[in-house]
């Protein structure tokens, strides 16, 4: 099993960022959108990015160029029928995951792996909507893709063992470090992160510090790059929410139960930095 096509799902911040991280690799990109006027602004996007790495010496302009040529923008989901590797990271919803999962199976080929990007949602959901569990897995970049050097391989209690030294053989190839999880709600990381976020909302709702000072505490005090709230809203707050959702679903832990500002925040519309304001306003 060896991958030289690789089809993204969703032309969001995370499914551009890693067809940015493919093409860089060498891989040829079909990056799928449901509108084609989405996928063509998203290529245009990745072009400026381009563009701006020649500028500031990161890239050849005759190497951009080599890369922006990998990728192929489509609405077509029968164009990912040649890859070999298809990341999924459209909407944290499991019905939509399911439903795309099941699409894809019908139309890729037999031999290809199809993973996601989900920060948490259970991965085997997924492989069993589909003909090929063994074939399925978590492929989970972190935000923003193509400077986190981080890829988590989930493994459900389908997914062959092959499936799995392929995908991670697949970071690798793209510079990053991959680390083996097991499919539990969370992985490792955000099932470690998220209370953390989620007390620090707590200790705002209560009163005990500002917004502002809990984020300048936790970079002085701890060296963290940004503090709790800046990184909520840097994740978006309805993705933070349906992570300490699935968290709290799985395992009952009063701990993951979600702050009531942040839920209140989710359903103002008020989703951090994509929106303009969050918890912070941008």
Known sequence: MSISNVGICGSGIMGSGIAEVAAKSGYNVVLRSRKQETADATLA???????R?????????????????????TADLGALADCDLVIESVVENLDIKKALFAELDAIVKADAILATN??????????????RPAQVLGVHFFNPAPAM???????????????AEVATEFAVSCGKNPVAVKDVAGFIVNA?????????SRMWENGVASKEDIDAAMKGGTGHPMGPFALLDLVGLDTSLSILEALYNEFRDPNYAPAPTLK???SAGRLGRKTGEGFLTY
């Open 45 to 51: 996007k990745l072009e400026k990015s381009l563009t």
């Open 53 to 73: 790495q020649v500028e500031r010496g990161r890239l050849e302009a005759d190497e951009a160029a080599t890369v922006l040529g990998r990728v192929t923008g």
């Open 118 to 131: 989900t920060s948490t949602l259970p991965i085997v959901e997924m492989a069993v909507a589909t003909s």
């Open 149 to 163: 050097s981080l890829v988590e391989i989930v493994s459900a209690i389908t997914t062959s063992e092959e499936t």
């Open 192 to 200: 470690l992160l998220f209370p953390y976020l989620n007390n620090a």
């Open 264 to 266: 209140r925040l989710v």
